[in-house]
């Protein structure tokens, strides 16, 4: 199964853009990437996924490398409530339909 | 509020022990979807069900089974428990199974089942 790697933690200033990465060198072609989030004392919910770069919705943008093997959430503006543990997941859509999360980063927005 | 249950809330049983844990989809969800968090394994993906069906297989033990009903809920039994057991499960719905960018491949989680094992 291939792998995610994230950051344990970041902090961000509220109002400023914020740049989550993650690293899965070992990703397939059948792989998507997937970005949930875990507020504190609550189940994750969703922020965006796809297999290639310049996807976007109101809550975030995901940029993907070329060659696939890393990943940068983008949060456009922090907000406190930004505050969570943010996974970045690999998914084999054609094979396993496995989920695979990484340890998660848990980013602090300071006001 | 995601819209999908999950009973009990919390669950202290001991070793040895079986337990079922149920989860209601939100109303639509085809999908069910089975998670185990826990402070040493962190958040982990079990198995995925659809419209019935197993459609995907995590790390789930064999001491772990799931089933999906014809009404769409979905229950998962742990049996022989272990302390290791112990830990927050989820459950999480979905419209679709799961392989496009499709909207309808969005996990809706619940509130989670907190089990203890002593």
């Known amino acids: 199964d291939a792998k995610t790697t994230q950051p344990n933690s970041m902090e961000s200033n509220e109002e400023e853009p914020v740049h989550l990465p993650c690293n899965h060198s070992?990703?397939?072609?059948?792989?998507?990437i997937h970005w949930y989030r875990q507020l504190p004392s609550q189940g994750p919910e969703y922020v965006i996924h796809?297999?290639?770069s310049n996807v976007n919705n109101r809550m975030a943008s995901l940029a993907i490398a070329e060659d696939r093997k890393s990943s940068t959430l983008i949060l456009h503006r922090a907000t406190l409530r930004d505050a969570a543990v943010y996974y970045c997941?690999?998914?084999?859509?054609?094979?396993?339909?496995?989920?695979?999360f990484g340890t998660g980063t848990r980013l602090k927005v300071l006001a | 509020d995601s819209g999908v249950t999950q009973t009990p809330k919390h669950l202290i049983t001991a070793t040895g022990q079986r337990v079922t844990l149920r989860c209601s989809p939100r109303?639509?969800?085809?999908?069910v979807y089975w998670y185990q968090q826990s402070l040493d394994q962190g958040l982990q993906f079990l198995i995925q069900?659809?419209?019935?069906?197993?459609?995907a297989k995590g790390n789930i033990l064999e001491r772990f089974s799931a089933q999906q009903f014809p009404d769409l809920h979905s229950e998962l039994n742990l049996s022989s428990l272990e302390l290791g057991d112990s830990a927050l499960y989820f459950c999480a719905s979905s419209v679709g199974q799961g392989g496009s960018l499709s909207s309808y491949n969005e996990q809706f989680f619940g509130p989670g089942t907190r089990l203890t094992v002593l």
């Open positions: 796809g297999p290639t």
């Open positions: 109303s639509g969800d085809l999908s």
């Open positions: 070992t990703i397939s072609g059948t792989d998507y």
């Open positions: 997941i690999l998914r084999d859509v054609r094979r396993t339909y496995k989920y695979i």
């Open positions: 069900y659809y419209n019935g069906e197993e459609r």
